[in-house]
């Protein structure tokens, strides 16, 4: 297994993006091997300095990075030369078989979407982030942020592809699909939700158990949460705020503890034809390393192939 | 100054209003009086026992009351004599100068709507929520529900009421204006908010100051803050749940306890011809205390005139 990592990408970089290559090839013995992209000379002296065994990785050298406030669309046309361009060249020649970055989130979109492009059968790719119960379990909310319009269609697919990764990455047994609505009642919400309820309801994929509300968000009564990318965007921005907020007061609560989203690596673009993980701008040596698990975890559980034979059962 | 309040509304009605009624009566000496409205065998002997000098008050008997759960329309339609639909009687034919209830929230908003009526130039009344931000002054966030699909021109309504109510009743001077996004640059956003921006941005009535994110809502940037009732719905749920959580673990925090939303009283339905407050269902004495003392600040500060005048202006 080849898995490709952006090491120009995020706050941290590339510093932090070694330690992450560190924390998880001394964790595990398979066969797993890295490609790292980056600047060749900055990345040998880390690479030396840290003691990883040169022979579970290669270097691929770039010579330019995409900034995280440059304009997507414009970045990846103008700089063929840069780490996202370079790993969404090598995962097209199936030279590795996932491209993990914390770099520009947008860059990383339109390498998925142009690049990789979707899953036939799938409209809209969607990018998600697990939230921590207050029970002790996770659940998946999405989208949140890439998909700020959506038709009710696209909320169903979002169902689908959220129950798909609940069960084969999460190991969740039959999860609970909710939509995030304001009131309980079906026929409650704005005309989005009012649309897409009746769809989800029907839908023989997934296990359907109703709309939740705002208060339910922490509150262990879905695994998978769906809504469209612009409430998503702001629960999750709000759900980080607020952990920020017990930090900056030193409030030590084990709950409260699990909002650090570093913890959880980077989400997956669902939907396209590869695995594509997205960090967080401020990822560190931790969640560089969660992210390559996750990267693992999706080819060894084939979540791709379930994907496409989920909507081509779809599409039939 | 003659203020109506609904004794039946709420989960802890008839007790916890009197109790409301108590805190509010010995606090200030000033010329107001109350209408309370509700059962007289109820409200007899509490008010009997509550030591309150009955000179303060009137009981006008209900006969009905508006469970929570009941469907407002038909509601409001098919129990005249409820303490709710008494209560827009009487706030119509000027008997009282504004009218309170913690009881069924939809039903508050068909008397505002259908009895009371908009003022002229408004399209869609609003309801708001009173925001804690962490260095200590409070925002101002709506719609938060009952306008669940916005044009672009409602959020521009919602912005100018909403900065009104900020100068006139919480004393900022020139509040911040915001509109709820994701990203921070204009052109950002989905299409509602692509679309209200400029005419945020171009409006001379308000001082808009941008786009903020969910992760800015916890943090003084604005004083008003606009977004559909959607968005703004889960949000205030979301933000009624943290502080539950918080409650739950025993976390004790100056700040945190700011999110306790009873200390706020209720919400004042924003558009509408005559002062109309809407309390939590969840409401305690000092909550009712609180609208109380709200309903007085409206009508001392002519918030209403104000609007119309405002509006006068725009539909000129």
């Known amino acids: ?24 090839l001394d964790s595990q013995t398979s066969g797993v091997r890295l490609t790292l992209i980056g600047d060749l000379k900055q990345l040998s002296s880390l690479l030396q300095g840290s003691g990883i065994d040169s022979s579970r990785y290669t270097v691929i050298p770039s010579t330019e990075v995409i900034e995280m406030q440059e304009h997507p669309t414009r970045a990846m046309k103008e700089k063929p030369g840069s780490s996202i361009s370079i790993g969404f060249q090598l995962l097209q020649q199936n ?6 970055s914390a770099g520009n989130t947008g860059a990383m979109m339109v390498g998925s979407l142009f690049t990789i492009k979707s899953i036939p059968g799938i409209h809209r790719p969607t990018i998600s982030t697990l939230i921590p119960k207050e029970q002790g379990r996770r659940g998946l909310l999405l989208d949140v942020g890439i998909n700020a319009d959506c038709k009710p269609e696209n ?20 999860p609970r699909v909710a939509l995030l609505n304001i009131g309980e009642e079906e026929g409650k919400g704005n005309l989005l939700t009012q649309a897409a309820y009746p769809l989800l309801k029907n839908c023989p994929q997934i296990h359907f158990t109703g709309n939740i ?18 409430t998503g965007n702001i629960v999750l921005k709000m759900a980080e705020s607020f952990y920020e907020i017990t930090q ?5 609560d084990e709950y409260l503890a699990e909002f ?48 496409r034979e989920s909507f081509l059962e779809q599409t039939r």
Request: with cysteine; proline share 2%.
């Open 1 to 24: 297994m080849e898995i490709g990592l952006d090491m120009m990408g995020g706050d941290y970089a590339p510093v932090e993006a070694v330690r992450g290559v560190k924390l998880f």
């Open 95 to 100: 030279k590795i078989e996932a491209f993990i």
């Open 155 to 174: 909320l169903l697919q979002f169902a689908i592809l959220g129950s798909l990764y609940a069960k084969h990455i999460l190991k969740v047994d039959k």
């Open 213 to 230: 509300e705002g208060r339910d968000i922490f509150i262990d009564k879905a695994d998978v949460m769906v809504c469209e990318g612009f």
């Open 248 to 252: 900056k007061r030193q409030i030590k």
């Open 260 to 307: 650090n989203f570093e913890q959880y690596g980077g989400t997956p673009v669902l939907g396209v034809e590869k695995p594509v993980i997205i960090g967080h701008g401020i990822s560190k040596g931790l969640a560089f390393c969660r992210m390559i698990e996750l990267a693992c975890r999706i080819i060894d559980n084939r979540l791709l192939d379930r994907i």
